[in-house]
């Protein structure tokens, strides 16, 4: 199996940069998307920014040129760079992996981190 465990949330001011980790319990995985998530207070997890297999990135508009997504591969981590935050941007930041484990011949799954906490003060 795969555990993913986030770090790098904190409090920060309107304008802010912070940037977000999400490592991965082993290697030898297979990715079909890896991707960060939020859940805003009252309302339902949203898609921020994923990595296809392949290479191509999504974004949400609400972030378009603000976040960026990125991997290490050689030390199974994700990240996500957040810069000119805003209050909207508030909420708890979720680690997404669909993926095989092991790669090649594992069941396809997803697997979720536990969330880590971004506070933007305005």
């Known amino acids: 199996q795969l555990q993913l465990v986030e770090s790098g949330g904190g409090l920060v001011q309107a304008g802010g940069s912070l940037r977000l980790s999400c490592a991965a319990s082993?290697?030898?995985?297979?990715?079909?998307?890896m991707g960060w998530y939020r859940q805003a207070p009252g309302k339902q997890r949203e898609l921020v920014a994923r990595?296809?297999?392949?290479?191509?990135?999504n974004y949400a508009d609400s972030v378009k040129g603000r976040f960026t997504i990125s991997r290490d591969s050689a030390n199974n981590t994700l990240f996500l760079q957040m810069n000119s935050l805003k209050s909207e941007d508030t909420g708890v930041y979720y680690c997404n992996i669909v993926g095989h484990v092991p790669a090649g011949w594992g069941p396809l799954n997803e697997y979720w981190g536990q969330g880590t906490q971004v506070t933007v003060s305005s």
């Open positions: 990595i296809i297999s392949g290479g191509t990135t």
């Open positions: 082993r290697r030898g995985f297979s990715f079909n998307s």
